[in-house]
């Protein structure tokens, strides 16, 4: 039997930040409330930030590259970044993946708050790497 998409549900062609406010929404408990926390304390470190959906339902942050995913478990609010063993982190914020070569994650359980103000300048100093990294990629020529 084929299955037919509906097409209220699809999320193609849809904004981001538009899916993202929806997977905030559905999940009704205090993950939810934690990932519109984190994201409104992204929004607040890099104004400038591109929402992004990927991996089937994965919010993502990004400028000039990943800064980091916000997934959402039973037991916890993962947040990701993809280069955060290159990144301080006086505040011990990382508490997650810490014996990758490039990836931490911030495990955020129930009842469990973040340090904003190192937050922001960890997602300030991964925007920054980004961009360093982005700068640093011979461009090609234009034809």
């Given at each position: ?5 509906n ?6 062609g ?11 929404a ?14 409104a ?14 991996w ?22 993962k947040?990701?970044?993809?280069k ?13 993946s810490?014996d990758?070569?490039?990836r ?15 937050f ?8 920054e ?15």
């Amino acid at each position: 039997m084929e299955k037919t998409l509906n097409k209220a549900n699809s999320t193609e062609g849809r904004p981001a930040s538009e899916l993202i406010d929806e997977k905030i929404a559905s999940l009704g408990d205090w993950r939810g409330e934690t990932l519109k926390t984190v994201r409104a304390l992204i929004r607040e470190a890099e104004p400038n930030v591109l929402e992004e959906w990927k991996w089937m339902g994965t919010p993502v942050w990004s400028q000039d590259g990943i800064i980091c995913t916000g997934e959402s478990y039973k037991a916890v609010v993962k947040l990701t970044f993809l280069k955060g063993a290159a990144l301080k982190d006086p505040a011990k914020l990382f508490n997650s993946s810490l014996d990758g070569n490039a990836r931490r994650a911030i495990d955020l359980k129930e009842g469990e708050r973040i340090d904003a103000q190192a937050f922001k300048a960890l997602i300030r100093e991964a925007a920054e790497l980004n961009a360093a990294s982005a700068a640093a990629k011979p461009q090609r020529a234009k034809k």
